[in-house]
DNA sequence: ACGTCTGATGAGAATCATTCCCAAATCACT
DNA sequence: AGTGATTTGGGAATGATTCTCATCAGACGT
């Protein structure tokens, strides 16, 4: 037991993990600021799980990629998602549990879900302009015919994935 | 005791509860014969209360407007989701529960929704016919470029509602 | 009308995800 | 390198949803 550090293990040994882009590190530095929230090696790496993925993970699938214990990953995530970092997105409806992705300024663009109402896997897709022109227009229209005020729109697909079409057919 | 018949209570007193027009109930008996599933007094309290709300309901909701037992709601409204005769609908994001309105065939018209992202509530609101054929055109190119088998979509508005906005503000 | 038989009911137990708790450890920052 | 505010984590607590199963209602044939 050479000098056996007893640090608490912030990254588990395990298959390799994704490393968060120095980018998206600076970025979330400065967005966790204001609220004097750190970014402690667990956050970096549900993250950096969160950037490799490229897709709406659940909870579970962070926990398992990123070694966070579930306590931490649910307040982690939950803070993420208040700092506006990460978005909480919806999966199949009745499917119990959201999904997290990297919130849009940190990711890449604006896009939208394809989910599996089968086995619930959500997958992004990006919308042609000019849908996204005339959904800027009806949100408008909304603001002044309903009295909500819109903050954001969700525009998803749902349908049977080429895994699960495959699977049972 | 005037020939009081002990029957189990399916619409205990209480305020005047809605009855389900004829015209759904007529549509949903058909829907449902092929699952050997029945028309019940509680069933058809939930449908009506689903009909008159007009929008989608909690199953906390559903089980006190209707005065089903919550397991009777619970599994009813699995049910009658599973038959087709209710549309199980996502609230806000990050809001547990889903909510439960008559399916497009049994109410009235394909619409949408727009989600209080603070109190969960959820309204309907009609899409103009032009967004409509935007939105089929780009699902119809989502089949042939992602593999998805596209059943249907969803297109949400979300933001606060009037209520929420002259509460706090 | 009456029996019969299948589907429905409902109270509570069981399950499961999520949140809460708080003493102890860690890390970001000077 | 020190240090104090923040984060951590294991387990308990909570809450929603589902399950169980003995009992009941209702449709149907006779």
Redesign the pocket.
């Known amino acids: 037991m050479a000098g056996t550090r007893?640090?608490?293990?912030?990254a588990p040994a395990g298959p390799a993990r994704p490393a968060l882009s120095p980018a998206v590190a600076a970025a979330v530095?400065t967005a966790?600021?204001p609220r004097?929230?750190?970014?402690?090696?667990?956050?970096?790496a549900v993250l950096a799980v969160l950037e490799a993925a490229g897709r709406p993970l659940?909870?579970?699938e962070v926990v398992h990629a990123s070694g966070?214990?579930?306590?931490?990953a649910?307040?982690?995530?939950?803070?993420l998602a208040e700092a506006g970092v990460v978005a909480r997105v919806a999966g199949a409806v009745?499917a119990?549990?959201?999904r997290f992705e990297l919130a849009e300024p940190f990711s890449h663009r604006h896009h939208h879900h394809l989910v599996c109402t089968e086995c619930g896997v959500v997958a992004d897709f990006d919308p042609s302009g000019e849908l996204e022109r005339l959904i800027e227009r009806e949100v408008a229209e909304l603001l002044a015919t309903s009295g909500f005020e819109i903050t954001h729109h969700v525009f998803d697909a749902h349908g049977r994935c080429r895994d699960c079409r495959t699977a049972d057919r």
Chains 1, 2 share one sequence.
Do not use: F
């Open positions: 007893r640090t608490r293990r912030s530095l966790l600021a004097e929230l750190r970014l402690t090696p667990h956050r970096r659940t909870v579970d966070a214990p579930t306590s931490t649910y307040r982690n995530l939950a803070e009745g119990s549990g959201d």
